[in-house]
């Protein structure tokens, strides 16, 4: 099912050439058609991948990128992650300052609709939101950051980002 779960984002991601509100109407359409079981499963999924990516390094990256990250625009950022596909996703989860390699677009990065869109098209399918299987994380995994030298821990962002 994971296969199947990044065939679909990839696919959305593709088709919607970066937009992202475009991104957020292909994945409801799409989780809409899905059978009721598939429609779960990938909304399942996607909370795991949530979960995976709820780290202190990761979000030290968000932080810098956005000049502060609070844990909404923390949530944000990840869903935004998950949109770009499981090369994108797994190469930042490993290391975190690859974001730096991507191209950079803070609207894009922060975007508040993906999250709410796989939710939607759930509902859409099923009748209902759907329910987390899991509890969320009570803290990201891995060792915190501190504001004063974050950027430290990030030299091909931080760089990136002082070029702009």
Known sequence: MDDMFWAIVEGC????????????????VAIS?????????????FQRM????????????????????GDDSFSDFRASLIS?????????????????????????WFHEGFQYAIAEG?????????????SLPTSPAGLRWAEANVREFYPKLAQKLASR
């Open 13 to 28: 991601h593709a088709a919607s050439g970066g937009d992202m509100d475009r991104m957020d109407q292909l994945i409801k």
């Open 33 to 45: 058609r899905m059978s009721s079981e598939d429609a779960l499963a990938f909304y399942q999924i």
């Open 50 to 69: 949530m979960d995976t990516a709820f780290t202190w390094p990761l979000w030290g990256a968000a932080y810098v990128l956005n000049g502060g990250c």
């Open 84 to 108: 770009r596909g499981r090369a994108v996703f797994d190469k930042t989860i490993a290391n975190p300052d690859s974001v730096a390699d991507e191209d950079i677009d803070i609207e894009s």
């Open 122 to 134: 759930v509902k859409a399918n099923i009748g209902r939101r759907p329910d987390r299987v899991n």
